[in-house]
């Protein structure tokens, strides 16, 4: 999908519109249409997204959620588990909207590049929620996370840059994803599925505001995508109609929800579609995250810790960085270039080079309150700026490339340029690495029964094989 | 609020936010800061959505949405009614859910004109369910409800057309009235209150591309409003932060959610709140609806209905009708100007025209299926059109004008007038109108227990002395 060229928002529609074809492309998924490296690309994701998830149940968002759910959802019995409460069951919707909000906390989660959004966060909350409802084995449960994992990206695809300047596309696109990978489960028809997910498109929300004064919002988007596509797909089944081209209508999200002047990207919908190719499925080009901070930091921390290494720096010796990055990084991270909290201190490219610089790495267990008060870091923070460069720009989204100068006190000067990021397509982790990233976050999460994360890792390696996705809630 | 102007959704916003202000002023509303009339508007407003919900029962959305939230919610038990069945309750956020659907199918429900939306199908929904789960009185009922009038006017006011011509504004300022009235009735603060509204605003979602083929997103329009609303409440309580400034901010709903050269009203916001004057409150300014069609028509219905009496013309006297109306009446009419379905012949210009010149009225009862397939009003229907007329325009949307020219077959023509359709303020329906559109609706509906409907009468218009609000629910 890479090469495929953004048009108009406004360009005319084809008749019988992109969606209706992604719909029944998505209902009609098999577990034996899926090439062997799509399946175990999915059990990577599930095991790095299921960690995540454990990763943030302790944050007042999601302790927030939680509550309103128990008073609302119908608990105990025939339902799906909450992952950081075992032994509780709820209503599949409300076990995807806790579940989604815990998944996004700690901004270890997976990103697909040339969508701009963070597909695992809304597809898998939503898929194990709707598994356990309906008592789905793993072969399904893959085959509905594929689906998902497509539908989200491709439609996050289709909106483009100029969407996401406006909107968090995780959330708005995000309700495709989970829409569809619940459809699935649910065994809904082409026409349901599209039913399910113009529903779906009707209720994509989700603004920056948040960013600007780190507010919990970015978990309502999560939490609230999974939520709202766990809700569209049941609707659906039940004969609730929804608009039947919510992409491209003269009143649909292009129309509405896309910036005049900026473009979408139509063909990204259907291209390729079930064409059997591995690498034509969305999963294969996600990424995943190995440092704990905004994704548009990463290839700009992957060249400092190289420059660092090369030349033997240490945090004192550096003067300045200037960070040649792309447009919509300098964007989102100048929101939150403050860094006043943890979560802020993730989106400042100033506060993740300092805490790069110091502990050489940037994980889960260097963003603290205690790092928000480290005078050292906050001096290095003032030393780094960013700014747009051309060719970095023309490869973006497809590409999150950075290239980093840094000046040393002693006069010298350094180049890295990082063309693929740690964890991106090309430089994946190893399940080994996958493991180690696992067991790291839940030991930040203060997860005591560590014996059932590790064997939920094996299960995760040998999903295709369970009979169902219940067991994965751990104290 | 009337005479302000217009500025730049650009505009540098003032320092402390004017939704601080708004939701500062509607946490510390009380019932003896309201004028006498307010109070007896709220009681009369309530009765009619009270109407509009009974009426919506049976539709397929509403059903539906039903099916889920009992699969989902906590049925029994400490809850909210669900209006169309009588001793069942459900968590309130899923009784919120399910009347909202069902009060704005029938599309007899108020209109706010100056924001361009319809508070009671939003408001009343999550401040009745709300008000149940607390077991607030009638005087705390009324109070929240008054602030949720204005609080979702306010915002729809400061949205303005160019959002409008986008989103539906019911929802996406409606979950704003929604949030405020259920914050209200949970005592929160004005902080909490500040925070809930922010997480509604990040929510706030709702497109007009169901209009083109008459799907049912508008009932999942209103219906998530109310469930968002009283969600954003209740997580608000629970600690969950939402961002300060969700309306003006720079990444807000202005700069997002409002296209590029289209202005926003600010002022509209804060204007006048706490004077203390009657006609200050939103809920003075909101109109009923005596025509069952789009408000879109109803002036035009009148002036029709006007030539015709004074002129004693029936349906086949006529050979065309020029409808003289406001530029957001041609766009909303034009996306369902064929009128293929019941819903969507409300929402034909010209359908609506037809039914009013054969029937001399357009009751709930005028818009069936057999209707649709009546030749006369078909080849009524083709012989009207929409211009938009400057002055018209210019009124708009303070004021939803219409004036009619109507050629006969013996070569007259005929023009009327009509600057305050029936039902606006300055024409409000009586008690006397409002007991008999509710009681046809509930006829409509199919109500079985029409002596509940009658005692339910009797608990509106002396709403300020019950002591609680359940027992509104009838077969």
């Known amino acids: 999908m890479g090469s495929l060229e953004y048009v108009p928002a406004d360009g005319p529609a084809s008749k019988v519109p992109h969606i209706e074809r992604l719909a029944a492309w998505s209902a009609g998924l098999q577990y034996d249409d899926l090439p062997a490296p799509v399946i175990e690309m999915t059990k990577d994701f599930f095991l790095d997204w299921y960690a995540c998830a454990l ?28 992952l950081h409460e075992p032994g509780t069951t709820i209503g599949s919707a ?49 085959t509905a996370c594929v689906a998902g994992y497509d539908v989200a990206c491709r439609v996050g695809e289709f909106l483009g840059p100029g969407h996401y300047a406006k909107f968090h596309t995780t959330a708005t696109a995000g309700v495709f994803g989970a829409t569809a990978a619940a459809a699935h489960l649910l065994r809904l028809n082409g ?19 948040f960013m600007l004064d780190a507010t919990h919002s970015k ?48 063909e990204a919908i ?16 996600s990424s995943f995250k190995w440092h704990a901070s905004c994704r548009h930091t990463h290839a700009s921390v992957d060249a400092l810790l190289q420059i660092m290494r090369e030349h033997g720096l240490v945090l004192d010796d550096v003067a300045a960085v200037v960070c040649h990055t792309y447009r919509a990084a300098v964007e989102i991270l100048s929101r939150s270039e403050a860094g006043l909290t943890v979560h802020q201190s993730k989106f400042s490219m100033g506060f993740v080079l300092a ?19 480290d005078a050292e870091l906050r001096a290095f923070q003032q030393r780094v700026r960013m700014v747009v460069d051309g060719p970095i720009e023309a490869a973006f989204p497809a590409q999150w490339q950075a290239r980093v100068d840094v000046t040393t006190k002693a006069g010298a000067t350094y180049t890295a340029f990082v063309p693929i990021a740690k964890g991106d397509p090309g430089r994946h982790l190893t399940r080994s690495e996958l493991e180690t990233k696992a067991l790291r976050i839940a030991e930040y999460a203060g997860v005591a029964d560590m014996g059932a994360v590790k064997d939920n890792i094996e299960r995760a390696w040998h999903l295709e094989d369970v009979k169902d996705l219940s067991g994965f809630a751990c104290i």
């Open 55 to 82: 990763g943030g149940r302790n944050h007042a968002s999601v302790q927030a959620i939680t509550a309103f759910s128990k008073d609302m959802g119908r608990v105990g019995g025939r339902g799906s588990e909450i």
């Open 191 to 209: 026409a349901q599925t599209l039913s399910a997910l113009g529903t779906a498109g009707t209720q994509a929300a989700g603004l920056w505001q």
């Open 355 to 373: 805490v790069a610089a110091k502990y050489g790495r940037a994980s889960v267990l260097d963003f603290t309150e205690a790092a928000l008060d």
């Open 270 to 285: 259907v291209a390729g579609l079930g064409n059997g190719d591995a690498d034509g499925f969305a999963i294969m080009a």
């Open 219 to 266: 978990q309502v988007h999560t939490a609230k995508a999974c939520f709202d596509g766990v809700f569209s797909a049941h609707v659906a089944r039940a004969g609730l109609l929804g608009p039947r081209d919510i992409l491209q209508g003269a009143n649909g999200m292009a129309a509405s929800m896309v910036p005049a002047g900026s473009a979408v990207r139509p």
């Open 94 to 142: 409300f076990a995807a909207l806790i579940n989604g909000a815990a998944s996004h906390v700690i901004e270890q989660d997976d990103l697909h590049n040339s969508s701009m959004m963070h597909p695992a966060t809304v597809v898998f909350p939503a898929a194990l929620a709707v598994a356990q409802e309906v008592g789905a084995d793993g072969k399904a449960f893959i």
